[in-house]
């Protein structure tokens, strides 16, 4: 019952936050407008040298006239393993927001050859455990974004997880935010990585209580990229 009324308080965080593409209207999938992405010749990379979402050059743009701050969250995903045919367990973290963040919407990437393991196929809700990080919210909702993909998704072959929980104040901890399982192909050869990052959309956030929009774009412009590597 409890899960039931989180995931009743997240949707409704969803449909505030215009959440495009991810959501289900009944069981048909309807086409929203995407906003506009950059699409760039040379990879886009993190200050880590990463390579992360082209869609990023968005959220560079909506950023570009917000103060800089010296410091903030840092958001992570894992580094992991798993056979041919397992799981792989991944997982969202972050630092520097200790008791400090109110609510986040963020989608992470994934190559379309893994499988996200869902809860609900029909409504494409993913299954997850939750971290520490979110043991106060009031509401988590993870939905797998399967289609009318935008145009870079497919381009790339990928798939993108999406994930929002919210807060009464500012309650969310440092440490693991959830952790989601995705299954590795049968015949994936030991030593293929599968590399997981980030896709930028207007609606996504990751905020405190006081809307600090400087706060924000540290998170954003400070990405980590994770990966899946079969063993």
Known sequence: MKRKFAAAVAAMLIAAVGTTGCLDSGKVKKS?????????????TNEDGDEISESMELMRIKFQDVPDIDDGPVIKISDTEAKPGGTAEVTVSVTGADKKWNMCGIHITYPDVLECRLLDEDELTADYELGDASAKNSGFVAMDWQKNL??????????????????????????????????????????????????????????????????????????????????
């Open 32 to 44: 929203e407008p995407q906003p506009t992405t950059a699409a760039s010749v040379e990879p886009v």
């Open 150 to 231: 935008a145009d870079e998704l497919v381009r790339q072959k990928k798939r993108s997880l999406f994930f929002t929980t919210l807060f009464k104040e500012n309650e969310g901890r440092d440490g693991d935010i959830a952790t989601f399982f995705f299954k590795v192909p049968d015949d994936a050869q030991p030593g293929t990585v599968y590399k997981l990052g980030y896709f930028y959309m207007e609606s996504d956030m990751f905020r405190n209580y006081e809307n600090d929009m400087s706060f924000e774009k540290y998170a954003f412009e400070h990405l980590k990229n994770g990966s899946i590597t079969v063993r």
